[in-house]
């Protein structure tokens, strides 16, 4: 079989060396690896195709690979060493971008990055921008449903995709890939593959929608007296700013503390330290003036008391170093070692009390822990993670870290939220995700699994159990 595949795809196309198969082995934080049987790179959706047709007669395990920035083991081979992976990276053409018609049509393994700036040339705004823009490709972003910090203004992935191109689990090629806006010819098949995490087939290019880009854009760091405040600060932004606000990000004071201890160079946001930062970001195209829009919006707010101080950047540079506190924050807390990571969701209105309560339990259950909550709290979004003590064994650690997901996941189940707004169920979340589906979910998640990949070839043990059977 091998040499099959190698003949297909080529010497390039193909990699059996461990070393050559390390980097494809383990994801973007190193907690995950596994051990892959080869890595294969089809430089063509035609190689793509066939080679999935021949793993599907051979029923060789598939597991799809983007940037392999996911934080839930979708994309890891097992350890067992039975898993291809494919890796979309030399799938990385921009195929067209229609000015007139807002869109783009991209392959898989175009890094976010990449496209953002591809839309720039033609002064439009591709708005999906998240901390691993840097390697994430947009068959990942597809795959994962990904959202980040612009999602309040312009939804998630799933709002973002016009059409897709697909390579089903027994190798045909399912064309979606239409740029229109309004389609109602029946089940929108394109949103089936979206959030699938790869367990439907492969995504080997999309059709995007694009935006005006802003070339006004207000960032500031605000400085506030608690969780509340900054909800209500919230509420008040999205009415008073002409419904232009493109981020709002929440970090409690203990988030910039851990940036700045890791990143010494980075300064501090305000003259005052204070309990709760909020970093919003407002963005216009044509004739706003958002600058005095800003300007009025934070001035009544310091009138009345909302904000206790406030800082607007004044260059692109503050601008960054504003976000910088934010974004190597994630990077901060992986260099103290492993921690529960979750990008859990609640009603927006119960976001103070969630995290009223879950520091609570954690005081009560885990006091040796230290709990890192912040988020993209304008779509309810919260990582609320937790930070063993230093010093603990592995198996310490384990039980540590799973009771704390436990009491995270039951005040999120309390509040009506989700266990999951951003990285997907992967392995990692699988038996949460499952425990909590009722019988009626469960067939339906099935009957869709078995239509699409009815051998089980397609990422299995991911989102659901084996083969999903
Ligand atoms: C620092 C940092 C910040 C992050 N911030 C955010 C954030 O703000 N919002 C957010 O949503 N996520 C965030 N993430 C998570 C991650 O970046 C996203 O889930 C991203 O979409 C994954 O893309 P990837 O290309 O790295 O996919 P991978 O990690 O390679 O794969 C993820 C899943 O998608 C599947 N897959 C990959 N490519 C394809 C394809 N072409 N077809 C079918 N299936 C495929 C894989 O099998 C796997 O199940 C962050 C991660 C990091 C490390």
């Known amino acids: ?157 799933r709002d973002l995709v016009l059409g897709l191109e697909v390579v089903l689990p027994d190798g045909r090629i399912w064309n979606g890939l239409r740029s229109l806006r309004k389609n109602n010819t029946g089940y929108d098949l394109k949103q089936l593959f979206i959030g699938s995490e790869g367990t439907l087939g492969i995504v080997t290019a999309a059709a995007l929608k694009l935006f005006p880009r802003p070339g006004q854009v207000q960032t500031a760091m605000l400085g506030l007296a608690s969780v509340s405040d900054a909800m209500r600060l919230y509420a008040a932004a999205r009415r008073e700013l002409s419904d232009l606000l493109s981020a709002f990000e929440l970090l409690p004071r203990r988030c910039i503390e851990i940036t700045l201890e890791a990143h010494p160079a980075l300064r501090e946001p305000l003259e005052a330290p204070a309990p709760v930062y909020v970093l919003m970001e407002a963005s216009a195209s044509g004739l706003v003036d958002l600058a005095a829009l800003m300007e009025q919006f934070l001035g009544g707010c310091l009138e009345r008391g909302a904000i206790l101080d406030g800082a607007v950047a004044m260059s692109r540079a503050q601008a960054a170093g504003f976000w910088r506190l934010r974004e190597d924050l994630v990077e901060a807390q992986h260099r103290r070692g492993r921690h529960l990571r979750t990008d859990v969701s609640i009603p927006i209105s119960c976001l103070p009390d969630f995290m009223r309560e879950a520091d609570a339990a954690m005081a009560a259950h885990l006091p040796e822990a230290l709990p890192v909550a912040y988020g993209h709290v304008g779509d309810g979004n919260v990582h609320y993670n937790v930070l063993p003590p230093p010093g603990l064994d592995d198996d310490a650690q384990d039980a540590l870290l799973h009771r704390a997901e436990e009491l995270v996941f039951a005040l999120v189940d309390r509040f009506g939220g989700s266990i999951s707004a951003e990285h997907g169920i992967g392995r990692v979340k699988r038996e949460p995700f499952l425990r909590r589906l009722g019988a009626v979910d469960r067939d339906l998640l099935h009957g869709i699994k078995s239509a699409l990949d009815p051998r089980g070839c397609m990422s299995p043990g991911r989102l659901l159990a084996g083969d999903g059977s």
Do not use: K
């Open 1 to 157: 079989m091998i040499n099959r595949l190698r003949e297909l795809l080529g010497e390039q196309g193909l990699l059996t060396a461990p070393e050559q198969m390390a980097r494809y082995s383990r994801d973007w934080s190193g907690d995950l690896s596994g051990r892959p049987l080869a890595v294969a790179r089809p430089g063509s959706v035609g190689h793509l195709a066939r080679l999935v047709g021949l793993c599907a007669e051979a029923g060789i395990p598939m597991v799809p690979q983007g940037g392999h920035t996911g934080l839930v083991g979708g994309a890891v081979p097992s350890p067992e060493g039975r898993e291809l992976v494919i890796s979309l990276e030399r799938l990385d053409r921009i195929r067209s971008v229609d000015p007139l018609n807002f869109s783009m049509v991209a392959e898989a393994g175009c890094v976010l990055e990449t496209l953002h700036r591809a839309a720039e040339e033609h002064d439009l705004h591709f708005p999906l921008s998240l901390g691993a823009q840097g390697s994430c490709q947009i068959g990942g972003n597809v795959a994962t449903n990904a959202g980040g910090v612009n999602v309040l203004r312009y939804g998630m992935a």
